[in-house]
C-alpha cells in the first residue's frame, strides 16, 4: 500500500521540477528586456571631435555682434545718402542689350585668333567692346567697389589719375575689361596705394566720358571724393 502512495508523489515532484524549468526563460527574457531599454535610454558618452553646444554667453555674444554689424551698416547707408551719393553696381554702366553685343565680340575674337601666329606681334590681348554708356548717373554723386589699377607711382607712392575695373588682375595679368566697364579715376588731392591691385570703395562725380591711356581705353570718369577699403 505504501508503494503506490509513493509514486503519485514523485510523479508530483517531477512536474512541479518541469514547470520551475519551463517558467525560468520567461524571467530571463523580461531581464533582458529591462537591461535593453536601459541600455536604449542610457545618453552616449562624448567622443573626440564631437560638437559642444554654444552657451547663453556665447549665443548673446553673437546675437549682439550681428546687431553691432547691422546698426554699423544703417549708420553708413544713412551718412551716404547725407551727402548725397547713390550706391551703383557694375551692371548699371552697361547699356541694354550691351552683353549679348559683347559675346558676338568675344566670339569674333577668339574665331581671328585661330589665325594668328603665336609669337607674333598680333599675338596679344586686346581689348575688346564698346563706349556705349548710361545716362542715369551722369554727373550723378555715386559710390561702388572695384580695384584699382595704377599708371605709376610717385616716390611717396602717392597718385592722383587710376583706373577701377570690376575684377583683379585686370590690365596687369589679364586682359583689360570693357571700356563701359573701365573708369578713370582722377584726383586733386593724390592718395596712396600700398600694393597695386586693391579693392577699394570709391565715392565721386560720374561722368560718361570716354578717357584713353595706354593701360586702357575708359568710357567713365570719375572725380575723386572718398576712398574707402573695401572689407569682405
Known sequence: MKRSHILPALVLLSL??????????????????????????????PKVGDKIGESDAEKAAADSSIAAAAAKALKAEEEMKARGVTAIGWEDLMPEGEEERLQKMY???MAAMYSIAEGSSADTATQ???????????????RMPG??????????????????VPYFGACIHAPPPPPNQTIF????????LKDLPQAVWIEGTL????????LADAAYIIDLTRVEKYEY
Open 16 to 45: 512541479s521540477a518541469a514547470c520551475s524549468e519551463a517558467s525560468a526563460p520567461a524571467a530571463d527574457a523580461e531581464t533582458s528586456k529591462t537591461q535593453t531599454a536601459q541600455a536604449t535610454s542610457a545618453p552616449a558618452e
Open 107 to 109: 566670339a569674333a575674337q
Open 128 to 142: 575688346i567692346g564698346s563706349f556705349n554708356t548710361v545716362d542715369t548717373f551722369d554727373g550723378k554723386k555715386i
Open 147 to 164: 580695384y584699382t589699377v595704377p599708371f605709376s607711382y610717385d616716390a611717396k607712392a602717392e597718385i592722383s589719375e587710376f583706373l577701377l
Open 185 to 192: 579715376i582722377r584726383t586733386d588731392k593724390p592718395i596712396l
Open 207 to 214: 561722368h560718361a566720358e570716354k578717357q584713353e591711356s595706354d
